[in-house]
C-alpha cells in the first residue's frame, strides 16, 4: 500500500536558478535515501493553490513517521523553505475502492482530481454510491482514467480526494460537459459530500530527466 506526502509551494520571484538546483541535486535525491520516492509533479493549471506539487511515495506509515522526524529532513526543509513559500503538506492513505499495487510515475498526463469533506453521518452511503454508482459510471468513459482515491489523513484542504487521469487535456472539457459524469457529481455534492472543490493539473518535464520540478 502507498502512502503518499504531498508537498505544496510556490518559488519565490527571483529565485528559480536557485531553486531548480537544490531541488534536483539535493532534495529529490537525499529524500530518495531517507526513503521518499519521488512519483509525481504537477503544476496547478485551474484551480486553488499553492501552484506547484510534489508527490512522495512512503511503503507504510512508519517509514513517513521515521523520515519525518530524521534531523536530515528538517534541515532539508529548512533549506527548501529560504527559496519557497505558501508551504503545504499533507498525508494520503488509499481509500481501499479503487484496487492497485501502488503509486507510480505517469508521464506527459493532466489530472483532474475532486477534493470534499463527507458530510456527517453519510460515510457508508456515500461509499455504496462510490463502489455501486460513481465508480462504475467513471469507468465507463473511456478518455478517463480512474487513477486514486484517497483519504487525507493529516493536513490539506478537504477528506477526500478523487483522482482522474487524462492523456489529453481537451478530454477534460469533455469530461466536465459529459451527461453521466455531471448527473453524478451532482448528486455527489448534493447528497453526501460538501466543501466541494476541484482543480486541473498538469505534469512538470520528464520524471527521468534532473529538470524534475521544473516548469
Known amino acids: ?68 522526524a530524521d534531523k536530515r529532513f528538517k534541515n532539508l526543509l529548512i533549506d527548501l523553505k529560504s527559496i519557497i513559500y505558501n508551504y503545504r503538506a499533507s498525508v494520503l492513505e488509499p481509500t481501499g475502492a479503487i484496487k492497485r499495487r501502488g503509486y507510480t510515475i505517469q508521464k506527459g498526463v493532466w489530472k483532474f482530481n475532486q477534493y470534499y469533506d463527507i458530510l456527517p453521518g453519510m460515510k457508508k452511503a456515500y461509499a455504496d454510491f462510490v463502489i455501486n454508482e460513481h465508480l462504475p459510471t467513471m469507468q465507463k468513459i473511456d478518455y478517463v482514467e480512474v487513477t486514486g ?12 480526494i478523487a483522482e482522474f487521469t487524462f492523456k489529453d487535456p481537451v478530454d477534460i472539457g469533455r469530461l466536465l460537459l459529459n451527461e453521466d459524469f455531471r448527473r453524478i457529481t451532482t448528486k455527489l455534492k ?26
Do not use: C
Not at 190 to 206: A, D, H, K, P, Q
Open 1 to 68: 500500500m502507498s502512502i503518499l506526502f504531498i508537498q505544496n509551494w510556490d518559488i519565490i520571484h527571483g529565485k528559480d536558478n536557485e531553486y531548480k538546483s537544490f531541488i534536483n541535486d539535493r532534495y529529490i535525491p537525499e529524500l530518495a535515501e531517507l526513503g521518499l520516492i519521488a512519483v509525481g509533479g504537477y503544476y496547478v493549471e485551474v484551480g486553488f493553490g499553492p501552484r506547484i506539487i510534489g508527490v512522495f511515495s512512503a511503503e507504510s506509515h512508519d517509514v513517513l513517521s521515521n523520515v519525518l
Open 149 to 160: 482515491g484517497w483519504n487525507v489523513v493529516l493536513g490539506g484542504v478537504s477528506e477526500i
Open 190 to 215: 448534493n447528497e453526501f459530500v460538501t466543501n466541494y472543490m476541484s482543480r486541473i493539473l498538469r505534469t512538470t518535464e520528464r520524471f527521468d530527466e534532473p529538470r524534475w520540478f521544473r516548469l
